[in-house]
């Protein structure tokens, strides 16, 4: 019984960072590039790369342990390195 209640959990856990994920890139795809019209910017690509990031740290926070702060501290790290050596 306990272990389906953490698969329900981590279902729903999946299911609202997804939901997350995916409005964020409509709401940003709408307002910039419908709204605004802009064109497509390497900045743009920063804020995609934060969106999953949410996600991911979503996800990661309804893992019930003391994993969520690891994966999370080491998810932003990497994220950060990659895109200062990208820019540099």
């Not at 995916?22 to 690509?45: N, S």
């Not at 342990?65 to 990497?78: F, I, K, N, R």
């Amino acid at each position: 019984m306990e272990l389906m209640n953490v698969f329900q959990s981590d279902c729903v856990g999946f299911i609202v960072a997804l939901l997350s994920v995916i409005v964020l890139f409509i709401r940003f795809c709408v307002e910039t590039y419908g709204f605004q019209e802009e064109v497509f910017l390497l900045e743009h690509l920063k804020k995609f790369v934060g969106f999953i990031v949410t996600g991911v740290t979503i996800i990661v926070v309804a893992v019930p342990e003391g994993l969520p702060l690891a994966v999370t501290v080491s998810l932003a790290y990497s994220v950060k390195v990659r895109v200062a050596i990208n820019l540099a």
